[in-house]
């Protein structure tokens, strides 16, 4: 079986961003919801059998606690943040597995539920379906992929290496020293995605990369480099513990609980609000 596990927050900002406005009778913004509900029957309709979705019910995570720049949800247009919980309530209804998050990210669920399903062997391969890069440190070889459903691209082990430069599991190193801007922290000063692959190709996590950069044997303004690696490194090392995937996230016991059964009863209604929604 092949186990698809999609990005919710995501699709609702995508979906709302690309398709035109819909209002139910109570005059509430509906469209992202339809959007993604459609998105996700094409998905069903094309094979799919056991999927799972996973939402950020808050924007908020223990990350916040972590540090103080990292993202909220301000800034969230009302009309797309009102959406989150009828995203779910439909899905549910529709009768796909739903993980809304509230301590952790979507991005953790998602990371957890791949790992999870991996480890079953009647599954043949977990296709992670986002763009966000923090999930490439989830992909192992062929059998965990991320799944760009907008751009018809996948990319697995080997297509990570080639986009980073890196492997996956130096990914939270890079995104360390490189920062992040939608997640809100800055990385290091003078850190590129260049310097940062290049270093971390040679070893592979921060706290083996030596203070001293004139034994680093790579092409970059090392001395520069190893100064503020030098005087950050703690900072470098919290930005990746902000980066990292957590794995220890509770989806599911048996990957059969994602088997697509078909919609509940109370899909009926959200169907007719979602259908008789019209343009703003």
């Known amino acids: 079986m092949i186990v698809h596990l999609i990005d919710g927050t995501f699709e609702l900002f995508r979906h709302f961003y690309a398709v035109p406005s819909a209002k139910d009778r109570g005059g509430m913004e509906v469209g ?91 599954v043949t391969q977990v296709r992670i379906c986002t763009p966000d ?41 890079y995104l360390a020293l490189v920062g992040d801007s939608s997640d809100g922290y800055p990385g290091l000063q003078g850190w590129g995605a260049k310097s940062a692959a290049l270093v971390l190709a040679k070893y592979g996590h921060i706290e083996n990369i030596p203070d001293d950069g004139t034994t680093w044997g790579v092409n970059v303004r090392a001395g520069s480099l190893s100064a503020t690696l030098k005087r950050d490194r703690e900072q470098a090392l919290l930005f990746r513990k902000i980066a990292t995937i957590r794995l220890d996230v509770p989806v599911f016991e048996s990957v059969d609980e994602l088997e697509y059964q078909g919609p509940t009863p109370a899909f009926a209604a959200i169907k007719d609000r979602l259908d008789s929604a019209r343009s703003a």
């Open 32 to 122: 992202a919801v339809r959007g993604v509900v459609a998105s996700i029957r094409g998905l069903l309709n094309g094979g799919a059998t056991h999927v799972g979705v996973a939402t950020d019910h808050v924007i908020e995570s223990f990350r916040n606690d972590l540090y103080p720049g990292y993202k909220t949800g301000e800034g969230i247009e009302p009309a797309l943040w009102a959406q989150f919980p009828l995203l779910e309530e439909a899905l549910t209804a529709y009768g796909v597995r739903v993980w809304p998050m509230v301590e952790f990210e979507a991005d953790d669920a998602l990371g957890a539920a791949a790992v999870k399903a991996a480890a079953d062997p009647r």
């Open 133 to 173: 890069k923090d999930l490439a440190q989830c992909v192992q070889g062929s059998r965990i992929v991320q799944e760009d459903r907008l751009r018809r691209t996948t990319r697995d082990e080997a297509g990570v290496v080639a986009k980073f430069g890196v492997p996956p599991a130096s990914i939270p190193d």
